[in-house]
């Protein structure tokens, strides 16, 4: 499994349709992907929300970024994450 940080940011329409339920659904969505939601939080900046979230792979991840997208109405930047130690390994091999 891979991390990645799903940034999000709301229209008017989907802020509008901000709910419990449909946080409910956005986690189901990632399960269905073969992923888990680790973490959802508000943002007060540059984006309004940020989903960290283990997927599969890329694949799974360009879904669920549009998936996520069609289905709320905001739109997401998904980005790999590594954690800093595998990172320090792969820049030690340098």
Same mark, same amino acid.
Request: charged share 20%; proline share 3%; hydrophobic share 50%.
């Given at each position: 499994?891979?991390?990645?940080?799903?940034? &999000?940011?709301?229209?008017?329409?989907?802020? %509008?349709?901000?709910?419990? %339920? +449909?946080?409910?659904? @956005?986690?189901?969505?990632?399960?269905?992907? &073969? &992923?888990? !939601?680790?973490?959802?939080?508000?943002?007060?900046?540059?984006?309004?929300? !940020?989903?960290? @979230?283990?997927? /599969? &792979?890329?694949?799974?991840? !360009?879904?669920?970024? @549009?998936?996520? $997208? +069609?289905?709320? $109405?905001?739109?997401?930047?998904?980005? %790999?994450?590594? /954690? !800093?130690?595998?990172?320090?390994?792969?820049?030690?091999?340098?």
């Amino acid at each position: 499994m891979a991390t990645y940080f799903m940034f &999000g940011n709301y229209s008017a329409a989907a802020m %509008a349709k901000a709910s419990p %339920a +449909r946080t409910a659904e @956005v986690s189901k969505l990632i399960k269905d992907l &073969g &992923g888990k !939601v680790k973490s959802i939080h508000a943002l007060l900046g540059d984006h309004d929300l !940020v989903l960290i @979230v283990d997927l /599969p &792979g890329e694949t799974a991840a !360009v879904k669920a970024s @549009v998936a996520l $997208g +069609r289905m709320t $109405g905001i739109s997401f930047t998904t980005c %790999a994450a590594l /954690p !800093v130690d595998e990172f320090d390994k792969i820049i030690s091999e340098l």
